[in-house]
Nanobody, 119 residues
């Protein structure tokens, strides 16, 4: 079991940058695969980026080349660096923690942080 708290969202102009943070507590952070998801009004939640325990990353095509996911296990934190932001990136961004298969815990979600890209 792990608790997640996202931060770093806000209002930014198109072409600008934001860095989201997801702080974890309540479990051993380093054993979890982590991900960022987003949900815009009227749309389904979609995968943005993932990072494994070993640091391997994967990205949605829509953000590839613009976003970077990273983790700092010593700080129990995962980050999402977002560059060249577009209005279509506007959404609530959620952090997700996926435990290993041998762990009995279910996937955990944070409360989300709002990202608004507008002029």
């Amino acid at each position: 079991q792990v608790q997640l708290v996202e931060s770093g969202g806000g209002l930014v102009q198109p072409g600008g940058s934001l860095r989201l943070s997801c702080a974890a507590s309540g479990s051993i952070f380093s054993i979890y695969a982590m991900g960022w998801y987003r949900q815009a009004p009227g749309r389904q939640r979609e995968l943005v980026a993932t990072i494994t325990r070993g640091g391997s990353t994967n990205y949605a095509d829509s953000v590839k080349g613009r976003f970077t996911i990273s983790r700092d296990n010593a700080k129990n934190t995962v980050y999402l660096q977002m560059n060249s932001l577009k209005p279509e990136d506007t959404a609530v961004y959620y952090c997700n923690a996926q435990p290993p298969a041998w762990d009995g815990s279910s996937s955990s979600w944070g409360q989300g942080t709002q990202v608004t890209v507008s002029s």
